[in-house]
């Protein structure tokens, strides 16, 4: 089948999905609003506010959710978000890669491998619905990279200086993921260590690291600076770069 033929092509996520959200929302809504009812210390009228702003933000969730997709014409590539539509003209198109999903290790069936197409400024945009939850990821990249590579005119060549730029801000992503990563390790233990200095005498600079303000306001938020400059400078100076699927 030819490019020209297979455009305009759409991905969104399935009426399955969308139905499990759906049943999921009318499930938890009463359930989360029940202890609101029956307080009655709390005024009806701002019960009814309530419940009627939290109707309207699951009601614009499931058609904003509904709505967001990925079309691609022969015009580029348009995102439909949750907030916003970004749109990419083909010659405007710097790249397109499937690099893997650090999320997916913290969400239920999400997809391990997810697309970004890549402007000539260097930020990439998500290509929703264009994962290996939803599609024949490899196969639909290539068609993807096909319909640039012939759509991008003639005239087409790399922006200057785009891979220094990508590789910037790779290395920005990994520095924030591992600056959190470190701060959430490093907040259990020292949880732990104010709950025994509680209990115990401990001489005045560990009584004084060890209070709730300065272990959680100071030291947590400075092993997250460290950990994400050290994770930035490997990156940056190491050539330690995430990898990706062209």
């Known amino acids: 089948m030819s490019i020209g033929t297979s455009l305009p092509r759409e991905y969104r996520t399935g009426s399955g999905r969308m ?8 499930i938890a809504l009463p359930s989360g609003l029940y202890p609101l009812w ?26 904003a959710a509904a709505r967001a997709a990925t079309v691609v014409d022969r015009g580029g590539i348009r995102v439909r978000g949750f907030l916003r539509v970004r749109r990419l003209a083909w010659a405007d198109v710097q790249d397109i890669r499937v690099e893997v999903n650090p999320g997916a290790a913290f969400q239920d069936a999400a997809a391990e491998r997810v697309s970004y197409a890549y402007g ?21 990249i290539a068609f993807l990279r096909r319909t640039w590579q012939e759509l991008r005119g003639t005239g087409w060549a790399p922006a200057v200086g785009f891979e220094a730029r990508i590789k910037r801000g790779e290395a920005r992503r990994f ?14 233990p020292l949880a732990l260590l104010m709950v025994v200095a509680m209990f115990t005498d401990l001489p005045g600079v560990l009584e004084m690291v060890f209070s709730p303000g300065v272990a959680m306001g100071v030291v947590v938020p400075a092993v997250f600076v460290v950990a994400a400059s050290v994770a930035y400078w490997r990156r940056r100076n190491l050539g330690q770069h995430q990898g990706y699927h062209r």
Not at 19 to 26: H, M
């Open 120 to 140: 000539f400024t260097g930020r990439r945009v998500q290509l929703m619905y264009v994962d290996d939850a939803h599609v024949s990821l490899d196969d639909e």
């Open 19 to 26: 139905v499990g959200v759906v049943i999921g929302t009318v």
């Open 38 to 63: 029956t307080d009655d210390s709390i005024p009806t009228t701002a019960k009814a506010l309530v419940t009627l702003l939290l109707l309207a933000f699951f009601t614009w969730l499931i058609a």
């Open 175 to 188: 520095a924030l993921l591992a600056g959190l990563g470190c701060a959430m390790g490093a907040a259990f």
